[in-house]
């Protein structure tokens, strides 16, 4: 059984720039959810991708968009890079009804 | 929304110790989850425990669903227990959104 996988590891962007950050769920898992960890604080809920639908949306601007493709790895986009963007980037999926999350590892992005 | 605290914020212990952490929450929850995050920034899934209490190895939850707490307890802390602990609990409903407390940053010293 795999786990989730999250890449880049580590990005450093220039603000104004676009990121797309990638991740591969958990065999069996149909959900895949991103969280933004902020240092010294708890995930922050961005959104949530079940059958390649966006499915509930924390309260982060429209230039955050994602996809799920048919074998449920997803990726993150981020348009318009802020400063404020520097965080830790992560990825869980999870199976609909199931018992509880599996995060990948995250990418930590840098904004300069 | 629904507001999730833990406490305390910060803990060190020699190794050997004994700990709890708390995490206490604002509404009704049909889940709560216990996450491990290392040095290296991985999430470990510890507990998904809605209520009652689940045991493995040293580690120990206790979810009070009526009076809105939950308890993770720590025995015979070892080194690799470092790291912050989180505890999630759905945004809303049976959501698998998950709104996390602040953490707690354990450093067990050798």
């Known amino acids: 059984e795999t786990g989730v996988t999250q890449s880049p590891t580590h990005l450093i962007k220039t603000r104004g720039q676009q990121v797309t950050l990638r991740c591969s769920s958990q065999?069996?898992?149909?959900?895949v959810s991103w969280y933004q960890q902020a240092l010294g604080q708890g995930p922050q809920f961005i959104f949530q991708?079940?059958?390649?639908?966006?499915?509930g949306r924390g309260n982060f601007p429209p230039r955050f968009s994602g996809l799920q493709f048919p074998n449920y790895s997803s990726e993150l986009n981020v348009n318009a890079l802020e400063l404020d963007d520097s965080a830790l980037y992560l990825c869980a999926s999870s199976l609909v009804g199931g018992s509880g999350y599996t995060f990948g590892s995250g990418t930590r992005l840098t904004v300069v | 929304g629904i507001q999730v605290e833990q406490s305390p914020p910060d803990l060190i212990l020699q190794e050997g110790a004994n700990s709890t952490l708390r995490c206490n929450f604002s509404d009704s929850v049909n889940n709560l989850q216990w996450f491990h995050q290392n040095p290296w920034g991985q999430l470990i899934n510890l507990f998904y425990?809605?209520?009652g209490t689940k045991q493995n190895g040293r580690l120990s939850a206790t979810t009070v669903a009526t009076e809105r707490y939950s308890l993770l307890y720590i025995s015979s802390s070892q080194t690799t227990d470092s790291g912050v602990y989180f505890c999630a609990v759905p945004i809303q409903g049976g959501s698998e959104k998950l709104v996390f407390g602040k953490g707690m940053k354990l450093t067990v010293n050798p």
């Open positions: 991708y079940y059958r390649e639908e966006e499915n």
């Open positions: 065999s069996g898992h149909n959900t």
């Open positions: 425990i809605p209520s």
